[in-house]
């Protein structure tokens, strides 16, 4: 079946704009991550949904970024204001059920942002 | 302050041959543990994963080895391919909850 999907692929966008990230989870998984990855970095945890509610933002740097799942599906990562700072890699990954370690993680192939 | 860490950027390995890549952490509440590997332009694919109730688990060419006490883990992949090169993370978490915490990577390089 379908793997995790994220759009776009490549984003550049100037400083101080706003933008919105995709990612469409396996179909049927009710787990949703989005972690970002800097250049020379593993992986850093953002924010975690178990359906359409935020179970843990605790990742998100700080209140320019926001995420949201409305229908427990697809999810979009926002960010406002762009600093050049936020340039990275932001991964989306889904999970059939969500809330332990053993329910595996499965990662789409990410959106490089880069902020000029 | 780095929880995860993969202390070797890079390893390279004659096709055929043993590549062993290795993973240390400092938290000991880390009771499962997972390899992801990634190619350039993809995202991180899942390998292989451990729980700490065992030292070993292998799966086809894989096998992660797991030493507690140590706060050690390692895959090693035998026989290695030209297709195995790629970035390797180690990612461990406490198996109460979802959050995964990733080394910086290892990049194999398999040699025809």
């Known amino acids: 079946g379908a793997g995790v999907s994220q759009t776009p692929s490549n984003k550049v966008t100037e400083k101080g704009k706003y933008v919105e990230l995709r990612c469409d989870p396996i179909s049927g998984h009710t787990a949703l991550y989005w972690y970002r990855q800097s250049l020379g970095q593993g992986p850093e945890f953002l924010i975690y949904f178990q359906g359409t509610g935020a179970a843990d933002d605790s990742g998100l740097p700080n209140d320019r970024f926001f995420a949201v799942r409305p229908e427990g599906s697809v999810s979009t990562l926002k960010i406002q204001r762009t600093e050049r700072g936020d340039s990275a890699v932001y991964l989306c990954a889904s999970s059939a059920l969500g809330g332990r370690a053993s329910d595996t993680q499965y990662f789409g192939p990410g959106t490089r942002l880069t902020v000029l | 302050d780095q929880q995860v860490k993969q202390n070797s950027p890079s390893l390279s390995v004659q096709e055929g041959r043993i590549s062993i890549l290795n993973c240390d952490y400092t938290?000991?509440?880390?009771?499962?543990f997972l390899w992801y590997k990634k190619y350039p332009a993809e995202g991180p694919t899942f390998l292989i994963s451990i729980s700490s109730i065992k030292d070993k688990n292998e799966d086809g060419r894989f096998t992660v080895f797991l030493n507690k006490s140590a706060k050690h883990l390692s895959l090693h992949i035998v026989p290695s391919q030209p297709g195995d090169s790629a970035v390797y993370f180690c990612?461990?978490?406490?198996?109460?909850?979802?959050?995964?915490?990733f080394g910086t990577g290892t990049r194999l390089k398999v040699l025809a």
């Open positions: 990612a461990a978490s406490d198996s109460g909850t979802y959050k995964y915490i």
């Open positions: 938290n000991s509440m880390f009771d499962y």
